[in-house]
């Protein structure tokens, strides 16, 4: 039987980088071309329904992404897209973006869809970028274009919170 889960992973774990998850090789997602390296407790994959689920104290790294959840899910269709779910107290990820801004995420829930480019944290969100702060109950992050949206729980007194740090002035020299 041919081992397809090397391509799989690729794109899997490729998917959970950032803004570079769906760029071909030689796109401009830096980590795309180093290794993978995945810890977990157990793995189960199943190449038929190109499907595999990460549990126990998972760790997820390439190049600048790094992933931890309590379990993680992968799913990849028929065109190669992958989806991904990573649960946790909190999950968590970190990614440099092409722009050399770090981000990094927590959440209860962490969905990732390849072929739109984002990520979704849901349940106690919370995202930083850069010096940039924002927490709500559902974040929306749109990798392709680093645009982010925040929502409350719904729940009376439920709100969004953002501290936005102010850009440095240019030298007037």
């Given amino acids: 039987m041919k081992n397809n889960w090397k391509p799989l992973w690729w794109v899997a774990m490729i998917g959970l980088c950032g803004a570079g998850w769906v760029y071909a090789a030689g796109g401009s997602n830096p980590d795309a071309g180093k290794s993978i390296n995945i810890e977990a407790d157990r793995a189960r994959m199943d190449d038929a329904k190109k499907q595999a689920i990460y549990e126990g104290r998972v760790e997820i790294s390439q190049g600048s992404m790094h992933i931890n959840a309590a379990r993680v899910e992968a799913q990849q269709d028929g065109a190669g897209f992958t989806t991904m779910l990573a649960t946790?107290?909190?999950?968590?990820?970190?990614?440099?973006?092409?722009?050399?801004?770090?981000?990094?995420?927590?959440?209860?829930?962490?969905?990732?869809?390849?072929?739109?480019?984002?990520?979704?944290?849901?349940?106690?969100?919370?995202?930083?970028?850069?010096?940039?702060?924002?927490?709500?109950?559902?974040?929306?992050?749109?990798?392709?274009?680093?645009?982010?949206?925040?929502?409350?729980?719904?729940?009376?007194?439920?709100?969004?919170?953002?501290?936005?740090?102010p850009k440095p002035e240019a030298d007037s020299r």
Avoid: C
């Avoid at 962490?110 to 109950?137: F, I, K």
């Fill in 88 to 165: 946790g107290d909190p999950a968590h990820f970190t990614r440099k973006e092409t722009t050399g801004q770090w981000v990094e995420g927590w959440a209860r829930r962490v969905d990732y869809d390849s072929r739109a480019e984002l990520v979704v944290l849901t349940d106690q969100a919370h995202l930083r970028r850069g010096e940039d702060d924002v927490r709500g109950n559902v974040i929306t992050y749109n990798m392709k274009t680093q645009v982010y949206q925040a929502s409350s729980s719904g729940k009376p007194g439920g709100r969004v919170r953002a501290v936005i740090q």
